[in-house]
């Protein structure tokens, strides 16, 4: 790595990859392996940031580590703490470069102004470290040190020359960086060698063999922060018309020194709408009525157009109850945009009524609908020189009520179509050749997209994805019924248990939510919000149930013991009625921000 590699415009500008952390009783110091005058320290006391000086004296460290990155810094009520990445993983490469996964990160505390907070204060600030703690485990965290990753083929090579020469934060696209308002003092310290972009989502690659001539596939998802949460508590859009799991999906194919980008989007219905939890396995979907609602909807599809070409709007939604009066409202308004946006289509395919019951097969009644536009928006291609042969012209927005599970199984089909066009495209399989006609090939082809679908979906509702079997097999098996049943429990007891939390964590290191000694404080209590959610309903119905039991038990040698049952059993279905008419209060609910 060179000193003066922003000027190099010949260059590509690679960021320090193995760091020191040194650590003093007033300050941290981190410094490059590779070049140990490059660095930088952070008081423990007030957070202030000092580039390396050679002059000043430090004596020795009371401990020296290594780490791999500094994710940024954040300012709560006791002062700064800084993110540091303490181990990682490589898992491929994107064009050549490496790519890591963060596998563990930790806070560094520089709160030295702990001593003079207030009582009430002190607690606040507790809850913040509780929700760092969340924050240290995020899941799909990714980076690369020699390149950008949030920027797809197509529109890097559409980029300025010289642009690789900038430095890493500065070539990306800021929707994809996870950490971004987490960078803003080391930006302002201009330590350029040091800011690591991280790009949540999921990276997977599989090295296919057709013919015996070697192919790689690889699949990029990046996750969308502009409405970044969980998935009870980041429903629909937001008035800018931003999407909650909104995600870009890269397929990657190399071959013979081609490579082709396949891109696909998903996100959650851009209406303003909402899933409060409730303990009810499946909470209603309620439609909030806004004048603005159609000037949300244009808003999400514009801005698609403007990134990516033509649209179709594939909506996976089931026809009948709550689902069925979403997709309808949906259908409205798209029906509305379709008269102002001619390069939006909107097609609707209820997945559960045509692919239920084991015909997945049916699915192929959804790709006749959009065929021929889905052939003509192409993908991107190119030569072994670097000449474009092709360019993507347009992209297909699926979406179910998640986005996860049925989303994905429609997103492996289109990939699978697309992978056979550029396939055949650069001579790797005959023209009436296809994918799955290479068993072994069409095996590494769909595991990659049944583990890209679990991690995308760990990052939104904390569980494996559902429907794995479909995309693996093509229909369901006993043993996957039992583990979408398995999952389906989790998402309940995490939706109702321990989302809310999660979403305060997210709304806190996203910005979206900033630490002010003047706002209402996190750690009031609110009712029911204060019990401990699970054990205290848990409890009073366990207990509840056990008495009635013990007494009716007794009942049957007693007859005076019936009063007593039947008063238990009252008191029970009493306990129950109350803990379903409080069931929002009682569950797991956000703190920090409100839903929109």
Partial sequence: METDMESNSTSSFKLWSELVLEEYTEKFVIKSVESPDQGFSISRLDGNIDKLNSDDPSGSPSKVSTIYGVAGTIRLLAGTYVLVITSRKEVGTYLGFPVFLVTSMKFLSCNGASRFLTSQEKRDEDYYMTLLKIVESTPGLYFSYGTDITLNLQRR?????????????????????????????????????????????????????????????????????????????????????????????????????????????????????????????????????????????????????????????????????????????????????????????????????????????????????????????????????????????????????????????????????????????????????????????????????????????????????????????????????????????????????????RQDAIDLISGRYTVNRNGPSPSQPRGFDTLSYLPVASALLVGGLTVTSITLNQAGRQAHQYLSSVICAGLTAGVMAVIKANGRQICSRPRLCGLL
């Fill in 157 to 501: 090579c559409k980029l300025a020359t010289g642009w690789e020469s900038k430095p890493i934060w500065k070539q990306g696209d800021p929707r994809f960086v996870w950490n971004r308002n987490l960078l803003e003092e080391l930006i302002e310290n201009k330590l350029d060698g040091f800011i690591i972009p991280l790009l949540q989502g999921s990276f997977q690659t599989g090295e296919m063999k057709l013919k015996n001539s070697p192919a790689v596939i690889k699949l990029l998802s990046r996750r969308c922060t502009r409405r970044l949460g969980t998935r009870m508590w980041r429903r629909g859009a937001n008035l800018g018309g931003d999407t909650a799991n909104f995600i870009e999906t890269e397929q990657l194919l190399e071959f013979e020194g081609h490579i082709s980008s396949f891109l696909q989007v998903r996100g959650s219905i851009p209406l303003l709408w909402e899933q409060i939890v409730d303990l009810s396995y499946k909470p209603r979907l309620n439609i909030i009525h806004h004048e603005q609602t159609s000037e949300v909807v244009e808003r999400h599809f514009n801005d698609i157009l403007q990134r990516y070409g033509g649209c179709i709007a594939v909506d996976l939604t089931d026809k009948h109850g709550d689902e069925g009066l979403l997709s309808m409202a949906y259908a409205e308004e798209m029906q509305k945009l379709m008269q102002k946006l001619p390069k939006v289509r909107y097609v609707s395919f209820d997945f559960h009524q045509v692919c239920g019951n084991g015909n997945f097969e049916n699915i192929r009644l959804m790709y006749d609908q959009l065929a021929e536009d889905f052939e003509k928006q192409g993908y991107f291609l190119l030569d072994p020189e670097g000449k474009v042969l092709a360019e993507q012209e347009g992209v297909v927005r699926s979406n179910c009520i998640d986005c996860l599970d049925r989303t994905n199984v429609t997103q492996s089909y289109l990939g699978q179509k697309s992978l056979n066009s550029q396939l055949q495209r650069v001579g790797a399989i005959s023209s009436t050749e296809c994918i799955s006609m290479f068993s072994e090939d069409f095996e590494i082809f769909k595991t990659l997209w049944v583990d890209h679908g679990d991690e995308i979906s760990l990052e939104y509702s904390g569980t494996h994805a559902l429907k794995r079997d479909l995309v693996r097999y093509g229909k369901q098996t006993m043993a996957g019924i039992i583990k979408d049943g398995m999952s389906a429990l989790s998402r309940y007891y995490l939706n109702n248990f321990h989302d809310g939390v």
